[in-house]
């Protein structure tokens, strides 16, 4: 039986996925909504009437052009530039190290307020470079294929958080326009995906303030269908993904029963297989130019059977939707292994003579564990272990 009060109650939050209280000082306005923005602009002194063209000033400096010290913002006036260093700061979370693939992957560790740290992936294509974006530091839903899922969530980032992966990447690629010179309408960092430590829908008004910022036309100008989020199926929250964000949908499914579904992805005893794809069926956005993505992660003998593929193209029947095959990612002490090639190729065989998209995912980044699943903070895994000692 399908739990229905559970899926109509309401989000609710431990106070430990709640971030920590920043030291006092400026005001980062990193992650700032242009509302946001306008209403710190406001409480220093700003006149109503100059309120949106600072904005717009300010906006352009940090999100079009990189600029990080307010010395720089030569449009505006020196006493302007002086007043706005008293007050606020613009400061992104710090990169502790960079891992380079030799696929040429790019795995950062990230610290952020408190001294923690989140991962976040940069994977190079010959026709795209996708940003794999972490929305919580550890993560509550102990899907047990993942690595981030033994990790016990710390805290929610921060919209400046979330944005800040964005900015630090475009730092690093070197990817700001050059003063003087024309914008580069090629782009290095061209599509973001939600689908690195955390859950974003636990995280959503979060999630949704730093992408409306990394949507908007007038700074960093990724169009919303570059943009991906990824949920184990936090089914009150869908919709309103749709509505509030815009983004495209993928959900981690990997099973096709509630049975296997329970132990891969445990959100399933809240909001079953039955009830998550009641949602997606509603989805406002689902459409055949705008499919839902299904993420299956291929693990031997568990889930990748001919009568798993069946049932999983019946179960999505209805839903305009694309199935992304995942070779399992193999971390230490993993209870899994990865599905063999025949079985996979099999596998998508079934799922694509049935209608359906059913691309094999490549496995980037191994090497350097920045692959699908295998993201995990060292720092946050030393000091559960000096707690345990």
């Known amino acids: 039986m399908t739990d229905t009060s559970a899926a109509t109650a309401p989000i609710t939050q431990d106070v430990l996925t709640i971030p920590r209280k920043l030291p006092e000082g400026p005001v980062n306005l990193v992650g700032l909504t242009r509302e946001k923005l306008r209403d710190a602009l406001a409480e220093i002194g700003v006149p109503e009437k100059q309120l949106k063209m600072r904005v717009n000033q300010l906006w352009a400096w940090i999100y079009e052009r990189g600029v990080r010290d307010f010395a720089e913002m030569t449009n505006l006036a020196k006493t302007f530039r002086a007043e706005l260093a008293a007050h606020f700061a613009i400061e992104l979370p710090e990169v502790v190290s960079k891992q380079v693939s030799a696929d040429g992957t790019r795995k950062y560790l990230v610290k952020i307020a408190g001294g923690h740290e989140v991962e976040t992936v940069y994977i190079p294509e010959s026709d795209r470079g996708t940003l794999c974006v972490s929305s919580q530091v550890g993560c509550t839903l102990t899907c047990s294929f993942c690595h981030t899922g033994t990790q016990k969530l710390v805290r929610n980032l921060t919209p400046g958080e979330i944005i800040g992966q964005v900015m630090l990447v475009r730092d690093d690629l070197g990817e700001w326009p050059e003063p003087g010179k024309p914008k580069n309408e090629a782009r290095l960092l061209s599509n973001i995906v939600l689908m690195g430590m955390g859950e974003p829908l636990y995280n959503f008004e979060n999630v949704r303030d730093a992408m409306k910022i990394a949507m908007d036309p007038e700074g960093i100008s990724l169009s919303r269908r570059r943009i991906t989020l990824s949920t184990s199926g936090v089914v009150p929250e869908i919709a309103r993904c749709a509505e509030e964000i815009g983004c495209q949908l993928a959900v981690s499914f990997h099973a096709t029963t509630d049975e296997v579904r329970d132990r891969l992805v445990p959100i399933n005893k809240k909001w079953n297989i ?36 069946r049932r999983l193209v019946k179960l999505i029947s209805g839903i305009p939707a694309k199935i992304n095959l995942i070779p399992f990612n193999e971390w230490p002490g993993a209870p899994y292994e990865r599905s063999d090639w025949e079985r996979i190729e099999k596998f998508a065989d079934i799922v694509y003579k049935a209608g359906y998209s059913s691309p094999i995912r490549t496995p980037r980044g191994e090497d350097i564990m920045a692959a699908c699943g295998q993201l995990k903070s060292a720092t946050e895994r030393a000091r559960r272990e000096r707690v345990a000692l």
């Open 274 to 309: 039955e009830t998550l794809l009641d949602a997606l069926r509603a989805y406002p956005k689902a459409s055949n130019s705008e499919r839902i993505t299904f993420e299956y992660v291929m693990l031997k003998d568990v889930n990748d059977s001919d009568e798993d593929a």
